[in-house]
């Protein structure tokens, strides 16, 4: 069984988690590197600007598969030394994804996004979600830490006063306070969730795709860099964006429609 599905159409790739029977665990070998051969194939073409996540069945991701844990199966098998690079090999690789692609990367969520499941949420640059969704940090209750590099996801979203409460507490935020921490950008009802994503994502990939790739990178930095060398990155991402094609195209048709009303 396929755990993930895909679909591709006018600059935007949707990407399904699809194994509703196990909540979508991401641990899974399969579903793990189902889905990084997915945004990888997404990344490598140059028609593709945004990157839709969403899931289905009833959640969105339960994160780790907390069976496997218990058995010791899986990315969870070894000693310490091969935990180290199971983690740095399987799931520390869709973080590394999330945090440096230059795509626009939107999460839909129509349930519960736990653990690491969260943190794939976290990783993404806009996050829509329906009523139904909820979100944990809940690896303090089975007695670990986010190897996944959520706890460096999770302060960037929203602060570090409420990253620590969440992540000491594994206390579950509902939609509307998600919506109010920033967790999420908007609560829909779950019957336009995907409508309301399309929307949004078609609107972004409409958009010149150079001008949105330096507008990503430009947004990334802004998190690290100190004023002076961030406004000296500024003014080479733009000279750079005026010398594309598609700056030219877009400044001759805003001129030529002031023409117009002339």
């Known amino acids: 069984m396929n755990s ?11 990407v399904t988690l699809d194994r509703p029977e196990v909540r979508n665990a991401l641990t899974g070998e399969e579903m793990l590197d189902g889905l990084l051969d997915a945004i990888d194939a997404a990344e490598a073409d140059p028609e593709i600007g945004v990157l839709v996540i969403d899931a289905e069945g009833p959640a ?7 069976k496997a844990m218990a058995a010791r199966e899986g990315m969870f098998a070894g000693d310490a030394a091969n935990l180290i690079e ?8 869709l973080t590394r994804f999330m945090a440096t692609t230059d795509l626009v990367t939107i999460a839909a969520v129509d349930g519960p996004a ?16 329906s009523p139904r969704a909820r979100f944990a940090h809940t690896f ?3 007695g ?4 996944d590099g959520g706890a460096w996801l999770l302060p960037r979203v929203v602060g570090w006063q409420r990253a620590t409460e969440l992540a000491l507490t594994a206390r579950s935020v509902d939609a509307e306070e998600a919506a109010r921490l920033g967790i999420l950008l908007d ?3 779950s019957d336009e969730l995907e409508a309301r994503v399309s929307n949004l994502a078609g609107t972004i990939a409409s958009k010149p795709r150079p001008a949105v790739i330096m507008a ?3 947004l990334r930095q802004a998190r690290s860099m100190d004023l002076d060398g961030f406004l000296e990155l500024s003014a080479a991402l733009q000279s750079a964006a005026h010398a594309t094609p598609e700056h030219l195209e877009a400044v001759n048709e805003y001129v030529a429609r002031l023409k117009d009303r002339d």
């Open 216 to 218: 990503k990178r430009l």
């Open 114 to 129: 736990i653990g690491a499941g969260f943190d794939l949420v976290l990783g993404c640059d806009l996050r829509v979600g």
């Open 60 to 66: 969105f991701s339960a994160g780790g598969d907390v």
């Open 187 to 189: 609560v829909v009802p």
């Open 86 to 93: 199971n983690y740095r090999q399987g799931i520390q690789q």
């Open 144 to 147: 670990i830490i986010p190897g």
């Open 4 to 14: 993930i599905r895909t679909r591709t159409e006018e600059g935007v790739t949707v």
């Open 140 to 142: 303090i209750e089975m």
